[in-house]
């Protein structure tokens, strides 16, 4: 099968976070196959600490003396009023927005009983209601126009757990919600909505993985930024998948389901009873996936829903 050259010209993509490591790249890459690029980053430290103009301008610097077009925006993704700013900034500068990419994010590693709840809080803020924001204002520009691509950041700490970051794993895997439910709003006008759960090495990855020099060695950032910039692209056509890619290695995550046990609820089912069948019930050996929780019912109790 052959694809066509992907580029991005007369595009313009917002993406967060974009000041270093993986959004430095998604800039980088898309700039220079023609997009214009706003380049949205608070410059704080990894834990979310302070604030720089520096990191986002010296990317913006990089793009333009390459040839490319780019814009600064250094607002935090962490409030509405600031998250409608980032998106104001392609609008005034640029006129629109066609891609969103969402990847501004911070750490704060404790074991739960350790953590103060403000740290919890924060990371939410950041992670998940710094992705929500930003979308609530292109979502409907993209709406308008007919056209959108949204990229999320989850993490295999949120769809799989890391010890010391509950925080970090609850906003992960509720942005994997957040997905979940918007995809099926956007795809009727033509909004494709993916997340990306990247293994890179960057300065969050170091802070929550000990791993290997040489594996750390592979885990570049461009990797990463080929599977975000397919998904940027109009030749995507899929909405609502998890994508993990890092070192070259590309899968899908989703979801699973197994194929369950009916029992007749006409008749007391009881503790004992889940006992007795607790095994087939988490038996995941013929285990599929939904599109929409609507499917999910229908395959579950097809014959009881009428139309």
Same mark, same amino acid.
């Given at each position: 099968?052959c ?7 007369n595009k &313009?993509a ?8 993986l959004?430095?790249s998604?800039?980088? !890459?898309?700039?220079a196959r023609g ?5 949205? @980053? +608070?410059?704080?430290t ?14 913006v610097?990089?793009i333009?003396?390459a040839?490319g077009q780019? %814009?600064?925006? /250094? ?8 998250? $409608?700013?980032?998106i104001?900034?392609?609008l005034d ?5 066609d ?7 911070? *750490?704060?590693v404790?074991? /739960? ?5 403000e740290?919890?809080? +924060?990371?939410i803020? &950041? ?7 930003p979308?609530?204002?292109a ?6 126009k007919g !056209? =959108? ?16 970051g509950?925080?970090y794993a609850?906003?992960?895997? =509720?942005i994997?919600?957040?997905?979940n439910g ?5 795809q009727k006008? #033509?909004?494709?909505? #993916?997340t ?7 300065? *969050?990855? %170091?802070m ?5 020099d040489?594996l ?6 461009? *990797?990463?930024?080929?599977m975000?910039? !397919? +998904?940027?692209s ?10 993990t890619?890092?070192?070259? !290695?590309?899968t899908?995550?989703?979801m699973?389901? =197994?194929?369950?046990v009916?029992l #007749?609820p006409?008749? %007391? ?8 069948h607790f095994?087939r019930?988490? @038996?995941?050996?013929?285990? $599929? ?9 229908? #395959?579950?109790?097809?014959? +009881?829903?009428?139309?």
């Amino acid at each position: 099968m052959c694809y066509v050259d992907i580029d991005f010209k007369n595009k &313009v993509a917002v993406i967060t976070g974009a000041g270093a490591g993986l959004g430095r790249s998604h800039a980088l !890459y898309l700039a220079a196959r023609g997009a214009k690029v706003v380049v949205n @980053d +608070l410059g704080g430290t990894w834990d979310g600490k302070g604030e720089s103009q520096l990191p986002a301008q010296q990317v913006v610097e990089e793009i333009r003396a390459a040839g490319g077009q780019a %814009e600064a925006n /250094f607002d935090s993704v962490a409030d509405p009023e600031s998250a $409608k700013r980032i998106i104001g900034t392609a609008l005034d500068t640029y006129g629109t927005v066609d891609i969103l990419i969402c990847n501004a994010g911070v *750490l704060r590693v404790k074991t /739960f009983h350790k953590m103060p709840i403000e740290d919890f809080e +924060l990371i939410i803020s &950041v992670h998940l209601m710094g992705t929500v924001y930003p979308t609530k204002f292109a979502f409907p520009i993209m709406r308008e126009k007919g !056209y =959108g691509r949204i990229v999320f950041t989850s993490s295999g700490a949120g769809l799989y757990g890391v010890l010391g970051g509950t925080n970090y794993a609850a906003a992960k895997m =509720g942005i994997v919600g957040f997905m979940n439910g918007l995809k099926l709003e956007g795809q009727k006008h #033509n909004i494709m909505i #993916n997340t990306i759960a990247p293994m890179a090495s960057t300065r *969050l990855a %170091e802070m929550t993985t000990v791993l290997p020099d040489e594996l750390m060695s592979i885990l570049r950032t461009e *990797l990463v930024t080929a599977m975000v910039a !397919y +998904l940027c692209s109009e030749q995507c056509r899929t909405t609502g998948d998890i994508l993990t890619a890092g070192g070259g !290695y590309y899968t899908k995550a989703q979801m699973m389901e =197994g194929a369950g046990v009916q029992l #007749n609820p006409d008749e %007391e089912i009881t503790a004992e009873t889940i006992a007795e069948h607790f095994h087939r019930i988490t @038996d995941m050996t013929e285990a $599929k996936g939904y599109f929409s929780a609507t499917d999910e019912l229908k #395959n579950s109790f097809g014959p +009881l829903l009428k139309g």
